[in-house]
DNA sequence: AGCACGCCGACT
DNA sequence: GTCGGCGTGCTC
């Protein structure tokens, strides 16, 4: 079964007088009952506008009423929004979602409808045709030869024009058309815009592949239409999983279905973009937190309307109201930034998984470094697993060597072991790249006073504040300026020290790649360096500056965060020094080998991906680990099966399911007292454990105190109703919130 | 999410 | 005596 076709024909439309259930765009428990007004006809999935309260809201048709609520009550439909219908699937995906996240419904409609403007008419443009019946004295006006070049323009039958688009192609300014409008030669017509932007086209070949990955493309391809199924598509950095994915799209274009891409940073994916471009012509649809409103809207309504073909996105684009959608690829798929943390708490690769099954269309997961739980899935046959083994062309796998900070030490105040150091020089040296990671923002992640030892904690958070330096513009240095990572508080560094009053006498301790930036510019004058932090880096414009800056090799050291892990290729990078590889080991959070060795996996693919071998140096203080021995020897498939015992063991997803319950609120007293409330409610259930409460992570986040309890349960049990009846076994007095995180990512 | 109703402090 | 603070509760 290839289809999941939405045609408004398939539902039964309800006429005036009957009751209809509209699913609101608010945290209400459910869809509230209008009746159809006179005149009217509305079938499931149209955007209609009822009065609610004595306000009005916009939601969607969502099936027949329930009949709860009193007729006498009942307020008619006030009409309908020209937009094309939420399509049945999309529907069907929301209920889901709502049921498995225990969110209300209309909270996750609403991330469908976050485009308000996009169900407003299409507002009509002025455009301009030739005035056929010129009369009297207008037709002697004086013709000169810009006025010549836009009446060419406009002759023969062509569309009428935009003001802009006329003078822009007659090379004129608008004023020689304004000027033809008065002169009577010109008439203007109301048009509804011109939609026709390019769209990616299928029907290019692609770039010659090898055997294997012509092979998997081909099995990619000939999934497409032929119904649910997903599909893990394993393969090293640089091994054409994206040329092979391209297949897939392609097939699915040349079937006539719509594409849906999901990358976990949209905005940092010129690369992608670039290369989606040259196989399929065009640039596909963009849909992130950055698009302008404007851009916003007219992408939702393409999708809705089926003009738009392929759309790249991040997880919100999940609930895009695409009606001919024929296949979806999660690049990335082990990526944490597809988990949504607040709202509505969901995992976007997984629900992407619904989405497809819902829809009958086959997925795409596809990673260098697979999530435990998707190659679990793959082993035991749920998901087809396609592996991609050698890199592409010449490339070569770079060599990860570990350097045992214990005997490798820098020097004090410093961050770089020698070993290191001499591999920066030696790659300096040859004319190549080099980067370092560490990901950790700012100057250091800690200051003290080393008068009287008082550290700087942020006042709304369970957090250090930590510096940053960053210098302005001009190369001269800001003054220091303490920031909250999680709130954004933001403070300078005082002159006096609060606790002890103390001549600003402070300590920054620990290094921050700022500070790394700074010890690297002491130690190698000369060498160009680029800073790569999401502080430094905001929006895909800098990203793409960054990007040809270290192609066009404009720098010679690129140090940054995890935002530089991600999929770009970079010929002359040759080296990667990871400064403190032990780094999100730390804190005892189950999942934290797992997501250390899928960073530092994906940071080391950075070198060498060209002619040119790489090399990767990470330092640390425990070569021993599971996770280091892994990266040095390449061994992924032991450390993958000591990960997989481990939690089969310890009944740890996915072999279990999981849920995490926070309870927050400002007032510490009241979060503690539903926390106990909740404690003495706990579900009592065979197969089910319960921890908690406990602080959460951050025991309090922007002024809220958190506790957290962590729900347990065997695979086949229910934890959504076993939570619903716990939760709803306790009512918070003001200002606590009781939150449910199913498969939370951390669950310390 | 809004927008009401509702019950306690400083103003014309 | 009122204007208004935002805490609680409802909206078919």
Redo the contacts with the bound molecule.
């Keep these: 079964m290839a289809d999941s076709s939405d045609k408004p024909s398939g539902e039964s439309p309800f006429g005036p007088g009957e009751r209809v ?1 509209v699913l609101l765009a ?10 159809v007004a006179d005149g009217m006809t509305l079938a499931p999935g149209d955007f209609v506008d ?6 009005q ?1 916009t939601g969607v048709v969502w099936g027949p ?2 009949g ?2 009193d007729a006498a ?3 008619e439909v006030l009409g309908v929004r020209p937009a094309p219908p939420l399509p049945g699937v999309s529907r069907r995906f929301i209920d889901w979602v709502s049921v498995y996240t225990l969110a209300p419904p209309g ?1 996750v409609l609403k991330m469908a409808m976050s485009v308000p403007a996009a169900l407003d008419p299409v507002k009509p443009v002025i455009a301009y045709a030739l005035n056929e019946n010129v009369s009297g004295e207008d037709i002697f006006v004086r013709l000169t030869p810009a006025r010549r070049r836009v009446l060419d323009l406009l002759d023969g039958g062509g569309p009428p024009m935009t003001q802009a688009d006329l003078a822009r192609e007659a090379a004129c300014g608008v004023a020689v058309v304004t000027g033809l409008l008065k002169a009577g030669r010109l008439k203007t017509v109301e048009t509804v815009p011109a939609e026709t932007s390019a769209e990616p086209d299928g029907g290019s070949a692609g770039p010659l592949l090898s055997d294997a990955q012509q092979a998997a493309a081909e099995q990619l391809a000939a999934g497409v239409g032929q119904g649910f199924a997903v599909t893990l598509l394993d393969g090293v950095p640089g091994s054409g999983k994206t040329e092979v994915y391209f297949h897939a799209v392609a097939e699915a274009l040349e079937q006539g279905r719509q594409v849906l891409v999901l990358l976990p940073e949209i905005a940092l994916s010129a690369q992608w973009l670039d290369r989606f471009e040259a196989r399929f012509g065009a640039r596909p649809g963009q849909w992130h937190s950055d698009l302008s409103p404007g851009l916003r809207r007219d992408t939702w309504r393409a999708v809705a309307a089926g003009r738009s073909r392929v759309v790249v996105g991040a997880r919100s684009a999940l609930f895009l109201p695409f009606p001919e959608l024929g296949l979806i690829v999660v690049d990335e798929e082990h990526e944490s930034a597809f988990k949504q943390e607040e709202g509505v708490v969901y995992n976007a690769r997984d629900m992407a998984v619904v989405r497809a099954r819902l829809g009958g269309i086959p997925i795409v997961l596809a990673s260098a470094t697979p999530s435990l739980e998707s190659v679990v899935n793959a082993e035991t046959g749920r998901y087809r697993l396609l592996h991609l083994p050698e890199r592409h062309g010449a490339a070569l796998l770079p060599h990860v060597a570990l350097i045992d900070m214990r005997s490798d030490a820098p020097k004090s105040g410093s961050w770089l072991s020698p070993t290191l150091k001499t591999a920066l020089e030696e790659t300096f040296a040859d004319g190549s790249q080099a980067m370092l990671f560490l990901n950790r923002r700012g100057y250091a992640p800690l200051t003290l006073c080393r008068t009287c030892g008082h550290r700087f904690q942020c006042p709304n958070c369970t957090a250090w504040l930590v510096e940053h330096r960053r210098r302005g513009r001009d190369g001269t240095e800001d003054a220091s300026r303490l920031v909250c990572h999680h709130c954004g508080f933001n403070t300078r560094l005082p002159e006096h020290c609060p606790s002890c009053d103390g001549e600003g006498n402070f300590a920054a301790c620990g290094p921050g790649v700022e500070r790394l930036a700074e010890e690297v510019r002491a130690a190698f004058p000369d060498i160009r360096t680029a800073l790569a932090a999401s502080d430094v880096i905001s929006g895909p414009k800098a990203a793409g500056e960054l990007v040809r800056q270290i192609e066009a090799h404009e720098v010679d050291l690129v140090i940054g965060t995890q935002i530089v892990a991600k999929g770009y290729h970079f010929p002359m990078l040759t080296l990667v020094g990871v400064v403190d590889a032990d780094l999100g080991l730390s804190g005892g959070d189950l999942r934290a080998a797992e997501r250390t060795y899928q960073l530092l996996y994906q940071v080391a693919g950075r070198a060498g991906r060209a002619k040119r071998p790489g090399r990767v140096l990470l330092q640390t203080y425990m070569p021993e680990h599971s996770v280091m021995q892994a990266l040095a020897s390449g061994d992924r498939q032991r450390f993958i099966a000591a990960e997989t015992k481990a939690r089969r063991e310890a009944g740890m997803p996915p072999f279990g399911r999981l849920a995490a319950v926070i309870v927050s609120g400002p007032d510490a007293r009241r979060v503690d007292a539903v926390a106990a409330d909740l404690r003495r409610a706990q579900p009592a259930h065979e197969g089910v454990w319960v921890l908690g409460p406990a602080p959460a992570p951050l025991a309090m986040v922007r002024g809220r105190h958190r506790r957290r309890f962590l729900l347990g349960a065997a695979r086949p049990i229910n934890v959504q109703a076993i939570l619903k009846t716990w939760i709803g076994a306790v009512s918070p ?3 606590v919130r009781i939150q449910v995180d199913i498969d939370p990512q951390s669950f310390l």
């Design positions: 259930a608010l945290p209400l428990a459910g869809a509230y009952d209008y009746r009822v009065p609610l309260g004595r306000r809201a009423g329930h709860e609520v009550r009942l307020k909270a007095p003001g200002g």
